[in-house]
């Protein structure tokens, strides 16, 4: 037997409805706030990712599939969404387009990293970039967004923090004070923290260590050190978040750690799922398109992990329902009516009912046994009675209810009787 690789997983029916629910729900909010939908390819030039992912991240460090191909192209599998998106905006010329340009996504992402609950090799993101605004009002929709989405699958218990890390200017006196607070205890970081300190000293403070978490809790505080400009903007969207009834807290210690993200960071995290508690990262990134060779267009967007999104929703015990239902299944009792059956189910089909029928020369009963588990919501049964008579007699499988209805009138039936 040969297994599927280590941190990839096996999408059965059992559990595909789920997905296409959750995805139902998002293109369907996406619409509300007339977000459009972007497929940018599942593989890059590993260029894209080292400059929109940046080269001081733990994702390109160590956590990309990268190979070379049979033209000898560095190729890497997508480990997230935003610089694919940030390419193809730059390459199609999209700041042509009307501005804002507000796009979301539902990707395969690939990672290399250690399995667990809620970490995967191959998981999946819904992500939304806005792009070509700088107000806060954007930065307070991105979040809006995320938080209504969640209400309408009746998610309970994220908490919502944000955080402001501040532009280019007011972040290098941030720096410079973290760095000289950081100093006298490089030696009690963790060996990954000691390698930040000078590379990319903000992703300290997120560190899930707990000796770098016990060193950073007095560090001094991003917060205070905003300009202000970075003040104005965090103070606005926080006035919008409140406007719009959003809960928060504010955690100064959340960043993103790149050069180009600028001003508000925001993650909701749950504490019902483990260690990997974060269900959604974002933030404003108004330094990436340039990165790609644009002008300046400033953006902001978020990602949320689908898995961990699920781990969620089954530890809260909401209920998915399933939209693939089989309505009615059509059950012959032997070889004219299979013929009847067969023509009635693409008939039925083809009026947009979903009907099934036997497929394996099975006998009445286990017919039946059959539709209950697939969860047929009618069974309708041909017989030599029925064959002669053109009518049915249909059981409704919940309640026992049965009704004889004409062959031609069974799509309406089964319609009418929808829950
Ligand atoms: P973490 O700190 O958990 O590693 P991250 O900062 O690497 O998260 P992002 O790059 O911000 O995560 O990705 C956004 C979201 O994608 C995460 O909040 C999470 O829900 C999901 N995610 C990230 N990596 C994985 C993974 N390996 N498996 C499953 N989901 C993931
Ligand atoms: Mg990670």
Redesign the pocket.
């Known amino acids: 037997m040969i297994n599927a690789p280590k941190g990839t997983k096996d999408l059965l029916p059992e559990e595909s409805y789920k997905w296409q629910y959750i995805e139902k729900i998002a293109r369907e909010t996406a619409n509300l706030f007339d977000i459009k939908e972007i497929r940018t390819p599942t593989f890059e030039h590993t260029e894209v990712f080292l400059r929109g992912v940046g080269e001081g991240t733990?994702?390109v460090n160590k956590e990309m599939y990268t190979f070379n191909d049979k033209g000898n192209r560095s190729i890497t599998l997508k480990p997230?969404g935003t610089a694919g998106v940030a390419r193809a905006f730059v390459e199609n010329g999209m700041f042509n387009m009307p501005l804002p340009q507000k796009l979301f996504y539902i990707t395969s992402?690939f990672?290399y990293?250690r399995p667990q609950a809620?970490?995967?090799?191959e998981?999946h993101?819904f992500g939304v970039e806005f792009l070509g605004s700088d107000t806060a009002d954007t930065d307070a929709e991105a979040i809006l967004f995320a938080k209504t989405f969640f209400d309408k699958l009746n998610v309970k218990g994220l908490t919502l923090y944000i955080n402001s890390i501040g532009c280019k200017k007011c972040r290098a006196e941030y720096e410079t004070a973290l760095k000289n607070y950081l100093r006298d205890n490089l030696g009690n970081l963790c060996a990954l923290c000691r390698e930040r300190f000078e590379k990319n000293p903000l992703r300290i403070l997120d560190c899930?260590n707990e000796e770098c978490k016990k060193i950073v809790e007095n560090a001094p505080d991003i917060l205070d050190y905003l300009c202000d400009d970075c003040k104005v903007h965090f103070n606005k969207v926080r006035e919008l978040l409140d406007l719009a009834g959003v809960e928060y807290k504010i955690d100064s210690k959340i960043v993103r750690g790149l050069d180009y993200y600028t001003k508000t960071v925001f993650?909701f995290v749950s504490e019902n799922i483990g260690a990997?508690g974060?269900?959604?990262?974002g933030g404003r990134y108004d330094g990436l398109i340039e990165e790609f060779g644009g002008n300046r267009v400033p953006g902001i967007g978020f990602?949320?992990?689908i898995?961990?999104?699920l781990l969620l929703l089954d530890s809260i015990g909401v209920k998915i329902p399933d939209l693939n239902r089989t309505e009615i299944y059509i059950a012959p009792m032997g070889e004219e009516e299979r013929k009847k059956a067969f023509a009635i189910v693409q008939k039925l089909r083809l009026d947009g009912v979903s009907a099934e029928t036997d497929h394996m020369n099975r006998g009445i009963k286990a017919q039946f046994k059959y539709a209950d588990k697939i969860g047929a919501k009618f069974v309708g049964v041909i017989g030599s009675d029925e064959l002669a008579q053109g009518k049915i007699k249909i059981k409704e499988m919940e309640t026992g209810a049965e009704s004889f209805v004409d062959f031609n009138d069974m799509s309406e039936f089964v319609k009418e009787n929808r829950a």
């Open positions: 733990d994702i997230e992402c990672r990293e809620g970490r995967l090799r998981f993101q899930k993650e990997q974060t269900v959604c990262g990602a949320m992990g898995e961990r999104l």
